[in-house]
């Protein structure tokens, strides 16, 4: 929560309003470790004030209780743990769906979903994460596993660095104006951002991992969504 001083505000307008407060506060919780749950996000007010919690299914959806409606969220704040945090972002909820069957919490069915604005797509200059065993600058595969930080790059920029020959669908981090990328056997490995694989490595310019180079090439995994969701409820490859 934000301070004391907003909780009881909100109290207040709650108790004022005669709204029943459900699932207000984590009782005898721990701290989050930094970065564990990325999946959370705020369910704010026009202006900040922390309503409900919720969390990402998908980069656009987001699942959290019907009765929350009734505080009329208007954004979602990702990407930090702290409501106050440098890495945090304010998502305008563009769309809500709760149960049709919701009437009230004691009767059930107390789930709804939201859809926002934008699909929550890695921004320029993130610092996102590449794994694998693929090979080193010693050109020679490792046994154990090794993660390197990587900022993710502009679009605009990434082509122009690219002679404008990228394929659609790709995502830029590291291998420019740096000395930290990927390599030959890191391939199909994830680019994570915020605890999420946004991104599946896919190439770098002729093979070369003696950075600073051009960009490293990621397929954006976010494009592919409806076909990934197809293959996962018919559990079969469909051409």
Known sequence: FACVCVCLCWLAVMAILGLIVHGF??????????NSMQYM?????KFGFHLCGGFLIREDVVVTAAHCD????????????????SNRRLIKIQSRCKHPDYKTVGLGNDIMLLKVSISLSPTDNQICSVAGWGKTLNSHDVDDLQVVNVSIINPKVCQQQWNNELPPNVICAGGYNTNK?????????????DGKAVGVVSFNRNANCNYPDAPNVYTDISKYLPWINKFLKEKKCST
């Open 41 to 45: 996000v705020s369910l704010q007010s």
């Open 70 to 85: 009734e505080l009329e969220p208007y954004q979602i704040l990702v990407g930090s743990h702290n409501l106050k945090g």
């Open 25 to 34: 506060k984590i009782i005898n919780g721990n701290k989050a470790p930094e």
């Open 181 to 193: 990328g990927f390599c030959q056997g890191d391939s199909g490995g994830p680019l994570v951002c």
